[in-house]
């Protein structure tokens, strides 16, 4: 019988085999080998068995393959399979630096918190498209700083790329619900039962996120709507700072209008904006080219975002549709 680990790592992974490749490589090479993990194929139709298998004698790793029935439900799967005192929570797109549990565990153990998160940095060898994605998630110019930047205009949130909490934690609140956004409803559950939440800045992770603008829209498009999802179950939760995408999306087409049909000049402030995008992502990534890029993916994501959260609004707030879905997702709730 092995020593029972601090750390159970959970990962639901749906037909990503190549991604899981390149985690575990990550998670072989950790510095602290105090953790287990646990991968849950979430019904994959292309299956990554065979590349988790390749670091079993590396890793105290194990392989569990069920029907498809979401990530939270994987995730909770995960949970009441795993022995350790401390559950983390990666996505299968992210690669963890060596150092990682190492300075996860003398965090907790200088002071310790109940439920953590940490914030994701892009690796060298990510596509510059990537790595202009992962500006916009993170800067304070687009977030305001609620993804764990340096300055914050709410609350942090753990999110699922990188997040972990106890075992006290799960007995108590249970675990993910099956929906958009179950982080942030996981956080608020936590934080209403009265444990500390906290961001650990150094426990960072690489998050490769999406490739394409495309799919990043199509994300960033979820998220708005889900924020809506999230003021439906927590009437409090929705800041002034989860309404500033819809507002600037508004805002710019107001701009546009009044420049083709009044003034040209009324473009300039939309003009200044994108100025401040790219001399911010120049100075973060020292390169133009995903300087220029990082204005693109800044103005997909709050567009994408933004128009979201308008769809969702009038549908479900307006229109009063979906009034019943708080019922709902509690009929889906997972332990």
Same mark, same amino acid.
């Given at each position: 019988?092995?020593?029972?680990?601090? *750390?159970?790592?959970?990962?639901?992974?749906?037909?990503?085999?190549?991604?899981?490749?390149?985690?575990?490589?990550?998670?072989?090479?950790?510095?602290?080998?105090? !953790?287990?993990?646990?991968?849950? #194929?979430?019904?994959?139709?292309?299956?990554?068995?065979?590349?988790?298998?390749?670091? #079993?004698?590396?890793?105290?790793?194990?392989?569990?393959?069920?029907?498809?029935?979401?990530? &939270?439900?994987?995730?909770?799967?995960?949970?009441?399979?795993?022995?350790?005192?401390?559950?983390?929570?990666?996505?299968?797109?992210?690669?963890?630096?060596?150092?990682?549990?190492?300075?996860?565990?003398?965090?907790?153990?200088?002071? *310790?918190?109940?439920?953590?998160?940490?914030?994701?940095?892009?690796?060298?060898?990510?596509? +510059?498209?990537?790595?202009?994605?992962? /500006?916009?998630?993170?800067?304070?110019?687009?977030?305001?700083?609620?993804?764990?930047?340096?300055?914050?205009?709410?609350? @942090?949130?753990?999110?699922? !790329?990188?997040?972990?909490? &106890?075992?006290?934690?799960?007995?108590?609140?249970?675990? @993910?619900?099956?929906? /958009?956004?179950? +982080?942030? +409803?996981? &956080?608020?559950?936590?934080?209403?039962?009265? /444990?500390?939440?906290?961001?650990?800045? #150094?426990?960072?992770?690489?998050?490769?996120?999406?490739?394409?603008?495309?799919? *990043?829209?199509?994300?960033?498009?979820?998220?708005?709507?889900?924020?809506?999802?999230?003021?439906?179950?927590?009437?409090?939760?929705?800041?002034?700072?989860?309404?500033?995408?819809?507002? *600037?999306?508004?805002?710019?087409?107001?701009?546009?209008?009044?420049?083709?049909?009044?003034?040209?000049?009324?473009? =300039?402030?939309?003009?200044?904006?994108?100025?401040?995008?790219?001399?911010?992502?120049?100075?973060?990534?020292?390169? =133009?080219?995903?300087?220029?890029?990082?204005?693109?993916?800044? !103005?997909?994501?709050? /567009?994408?975002?933004?128009?979201?959260?308008?769809?969702?609004?009038?549908?479900?707030? =307006?229109?009063?549709?979906?009034? +019943?879905?708080?019922?709902?997702?509690?009929?889906?709730?997972?332990?």
């Amino acid at each position: 019988m092995t020593q029972t680990p601090y *750390f159970s790592v959970i990962i639901p992974v749906y037909n990503r085999p190549d991604e899981i490749q390149d985690l575990m490589q990550s998670l072989s090479r950790q510095t602290c080998t105090d !953790f287990e993990v646990l991968i849950v #194929e979430d019904g994959s139709t292309v299956r990554c068995e065979s590349q988790v298998k390749a670091y #079993e004698d590396a890793v105290d790793v194990h392989y569990y393959y069920k029907e498809n029935e979401g990530r &939270s439900i994987a995730r909770n799967y995960g949970i009441e399979r795993a022995r350790g005192e401390y559950f983390v929570f990666f996505d299968s797109d992210c690669v963890i630096p060596e150092g990682y549990f190492a300075t996860l565990r003398a965090a907790l153990e200088k002071d *310790f918190v109940p439920c953590f998160g940490g914030p994701d940095a892009a690796s060298d060898d990510f596509t +510059d498209v990537q790595k202009a994605i992962n /500006f916009s998630m993170t800067s304070f110019l687009t977030t305001g700083g609620i993804r764990g930047g340096k300055v914050q205009l709410e609350k @942090f949130v753990p999110r699922s !790329f990188n997040m972990g909490y &106890s075992r006290e934690v799960w007995e108590r609140v249970g675990g @993910f619900r099956e929906m /958009f956004s179950e +982080d942030i +409803d996981m &956080s608020t559950r936590i934080r209403q039962a009265g /444990f500390a939440i906290r961001l650990i800045r #150094e426990a960072y992770v690489y998050h490769k996120r999406r490739t394409s603008l495309k799919k *990043f829209a199509r994300q960033t498009y979820v998220f708005g709507m889900s924020r809506i999802t999230l003021k439906l179950l927590y009437p409090d939760s929705l800041k002034v700072v989860h309404t500033l995408p819809a507002v *600037f999306l508004l805002g710019c087409l107001a701009l546009i209008l009044l420049a083709i049909f009044w003034r040209w000049w009324c473009i =300039l402030p939309l003009a200044l904006y994108a100025v401040m995008l790219w001399v911010s992502a120049l100075l973060k990534t020292r390169n =133009l080219k995903i300087a220029s890029l990082a204005v693109v993916t800044s !103005f997909v994501q709050l /567009f994408s975002y933004g128009y979201g959260f308008i769809k969702a609004f009038v549908w479900k707030i =307006l229109l009063r549709h979906g009034r +019943d879905l708080d019922q709902e997702i509690a009929m889906r709730k997972g332990k």
